[in-house]
Every structure is written in structure tokens, then in C-alpha cells.
């Protein structure tokens, strides 16, 4: 894992490097701690169990064969005096911990927890959709999201053990089956400027996917193959996004499916988790600055 918090709660996660955890702790108790020799220790973002955080100085520590060894959090097995009492349940769902394919679907988790992913899912609702877009090299219209978002509700997403505050964006476009697209705004590195090079119907015009034949041909995607590899001491997340256009022709019984690009693409977990963490940071500060009896006087 490359994200740490310092205490349990409403704590902004933040990325994991050696200078960042000396900053953020000072190097001091209970971060720094001796158990049998130096100990370094921290929170999870997700599951608010306690963290060993493993080679924290790893410029000066090599392996057998001469390589720098990596840094990285590792979850505790045991509760840490001064972090987290750990909590069996709490890590076996962590996805940080455990990440498991959206396709599981073991519909599990308590109510509460449940509500805890919808509360979370609407304060965060535009880096949802940033991290969504992030994903597709897209922007989403409110519409389109709107659809995706009621898609996840409709399937109670909330309540699958798979899906996390983590995890969130991928979850929704998982679930979130084959969506529409209308004249769609493409990223310079969009998948969907690959894909409509290979169709007749779909051109990109000034950033803009647009039909440009007189067919009545639509756009859309899906996210399918949620695959999850074991990478060093953490995990790679990648999911597959197909790209296709459907043909509705006069007096068909069906309209045609073409697909245009199947891609793999990797999942930015921690890269969203930090997104979170700076939204939460900022917002403490700024209710810090503007809180009663925080006035001073102009200098």
C-alpha cells in the first residue's frame, strides 16, 4: 500500500514517501515507536486498522542481491498502543488490504457500513466523477452520470463487500452495464479517438465525438473484467473497456453491434484516495481559518 493516515476517523489520506511520513509525524510517538528495535506505525484510510509502515528509510537498506528495498504499509495483525485497535472484520473487508473482482458480487455488508459508502458517495460526488472521467478520457454529462449513479442504486451497490470508499469511481462504472453517449467531449489520449478511427459513422471534430453519416448509429461502452494481479507488496487493479457502436437500420429486427476498441486500463486507487484526502484537508483548514472566535485582527 502506498497511502496512509495518521489517526483513526475523518482523516485525510496521504501518498507514502519517506519525507512525507517524517513531516506529517515528526517522528515522534506513536508513529515512532521501539518494539524489539524501531518501529514505524500509522492507520489504513479505509478500514482504520493499524499500519506497519515497512522500510520507511529504504534508500539505506538493500536486499541480497544489492537492490533498494522498497517502502511500502503492510496492515498490522495486532492492535498498536497510541494508532488502532485492529479489527478482524474491518481488515477482511478492507479492499486496500484485500481487493476482490467487482464480479464477486457477495452481497454482504451491514446496513450501517452501507450507508456510511452512500454518505461518502455523495460528498464526493464531483471526484467520483472526475475519477470516472480520469478512467473513460471522457467528460460525463450531468445526465450521463445521473444515469450511472442510478444504475448503482438499482443494484444496491452499496451493499456488496467488493465495493468501497476506495474503490468508489469503479464500482459505479462497473455496475454501471452499457451507457450512451452523446457527442461525448474526448481527452487528447482518449481510448474513444482510437475507437471511432475504426468506425465509418463517428468522427472526433474539435474534441467532440460526432456521427458524421446520415445512419442512425449510436455510441456507448461497458466495464468488464475486473482483474486484480499481485504487484511487489501491494496489488494492480485493471478493469476492460469496450467501446462500441450499435446500427439501427430500417426494418431490422435487431439493430447491429460493432465493437470498435476493447482496452485494458488500470484502476487509480490510490491516486483517488489522495484526491479524497486533499478535499478533506483543504476543508479543515478552511473551517479552521472561518470557525467562531477564529477572527484576528488584519496585521
Known amino acids: 500500500m502506498d497511502i496512509f493516515k495518521l489517526r483513526q476517523g475523518r482523516e485525510p489520506p496521504l501518498q507514502l514517501t519517506a519525507e512525507k511520513f517524517h513531516d506529517a509525524t515528526g517522528k515522534k510517538w506513536p508513529w515512532y515507536q521501539n518494539n524489539n528495535g524501531p518501529r514505524h506505525y500509522a492507520v489504513c484510510p479505509e478500514c482504520d486498522n493499524p499500519l506497519h509502515i515497512i522500510n520507511l528509510d529504504s534508500d539505506r537498506k538493500v536486499d541480497a542481491a544489492g537492490r533498494a528495498m522498497p517502502l511500502y504499509a503492510r496492515h498490522a495483525s495486532t492492535s498498536v498502543a497510541g494508532i488502532a485497535d485492529y479489527d478482524a472484520a474491518e481488515y477482511e473487508a478492507c479492499t486496500l488490504a484485500n481487493p476482490k473482482s467487482?464480479?464477486?458480487?457477495?452481497?454482504?455488508?451491514?446496513?450501517?457500513?452501507?450507508?456510511?459508502?452512500?454518505?461518502?458517495?455523495?460528498?464526493?460526488?464531483?471526484?467520483?466523477?472526475?475519477?470516472?472521467?480520469?478512467?473513460?478520457?471522457?467528460?460525463?454529462?450531468?445526465?450521463?452520470?445521473?444515469?450511472?449513479?442510478?444504475?448503482?442504486?438499482?443494484?444496491?451497490?452499496?451493499?456488496?463487500?467488493?465495493?468501497?470508499?476506495?474503490?468508489?469511481?469503479?464500482?459505479?462504472?462497473?455496475?454501471?452495464?452499457?451507457q450512451r453517449l452523446f457527442q461525448p467531449r474526448v481527452?487528447?489520449?482518449?481510448?474513444?479517438?482510437?475507437?471511432?478511427?475504426?468506425?465509418?459513422?463517428?468522427?472526433?471534430?474539435?474534441?467532440?465525438?460526432?456521427?458524421?453519416?446520415g445512419v442512425k448509429a449510436t455510441l456507448g461502452f461497458y466495464v468488464t473484467a475486473h482483474r486484480i494481479e499481485k504487484a511487489g507488496q501491494g496489488h494492480t487493479q485493471k478493469m476492460t473497456l469496450v467501446i462500441e457502436e450499435t446500427i439501427h437500420q430500417p426494418g431490422a429486427p435487431e439493430p447491429e453491434r460493432h465493437v470498435l476498441l476493447r482496452q485494458e486500463r488500470e484502476l487509480e486507487i490510490s491516486y483517488f484516495c489522495r484526491s479524497v484526502g486533499k478535499r478533506i484537508r483543504l476543508r479543515q483548514l478552511a473551517e479552521a481559518v472561518f470557525a467562531p472566535g477564529a477572527e484576528r485582527a488584519p496585521e
Open 187 to 213: 481527452t487528447p489520449d482518449s481510448p474513444f479517438r482510437s475507437a471511432v478511427e475504426t468506425s465509418e459513422n463517428f468522427r472526433v471534430v474539435d474534441g467532440v465525438v460526432r456521427r458524421v453519416t
Open 102 to 178: 467487482f464480479g464477486g458480487k457477495s452481497k454482504t455488508r451491514p446496513s450501517a457500513s452501507a450507508q456510511a459508502i452512500i454518505a461518502h458517495l455523495v460528498e464526493f460526488a464531483d471526484l467520483v466523477q472526475w475519477q470516472a472521467e480520469r478512467f473513460l478520457g471522457l467528460r460525463l454529462s450531468d445526465s450521463e452520470f445521473s444515469k450511472i449513479l442510478e444504475a448503482f442504486r438499482q443494484q444496491q451497490g452499496q451493499f456488496y463487500r467488493e465495493v468501497s470508499t476506495s474503490n468508489l469511481p469503479y464500482a459505479l462504472l462497473y455496475m454501471a452495464g452499457n
